[in-house]
């Protein structure tokens, strides 16, 4: 079982950053794919981003949020992090990080490829 727990949501203006942090407790697979999603008001959750660890490591960005977010991990905190930075409007959602076994291009984005996910984090980008 693995248990996910997100924080570091808050408010900023426009064009400000957040770094939102998602800790991992519980078993963790030797090999682990772990995705940030985001749901607006209205609007069904997206995938923002994802890292896969396996014999090496692929990050994914959905292209609204390339050169903006950064995904990235520390292993020895076993946590996983999203930099926010030119946050917009339309950045505005609760993000929720996931884990899986495997993901890849074509399925990252995929909600039923995720076996774990954390309760998310409100992240607000106003104009």
């Known amino acids: 079982q693995v248990q996910l727990v997100e924080s570091g949501g808050g408010s900023v203006q426009a064009g400000g950053s957040l770094r939102l942090s998602c800790a991992a407790s519980?078993?963790?697979?030797?090999?682990?794919?772990m995705g940030w999603f985001r749901q607006a008001p209205g609007k069904e959750r997206e995938g923002v981003a994802a890292?896969?660890?396996?014999?090496?490591?692929?990050?994914y960005y959905v292209d609204s949020v390339k050169g903006r977010f950064t995904i990235y991990q520390d292993n020895a905190e076993n946590t996983m992090y999203l930099q926010m930075n030119n946050l917009k409007p339309e950045d505005t959602a609760v993000y929720y990080c996931?884990?899986?076994?495997?993901?890849?291009?074509?399925?990252?984005?995929?909600?039923?490829?995720?076996?774990?996910w954390g309760q998310g984090t409100q992240v607000t980008a106003s104009s």
């Open positions: 996931a884990a899986a076994r495997y993901c890849s291009s074509t399925n990252w984005r995929v909600q039923s490829v995720y076996d774990y």
């Open positions: 519980g078993y963790i697979y030797s090999n682990i794919c």
């Open positions: 890292r896969y660890t396996g014999g090496e490591t692929t990050v």
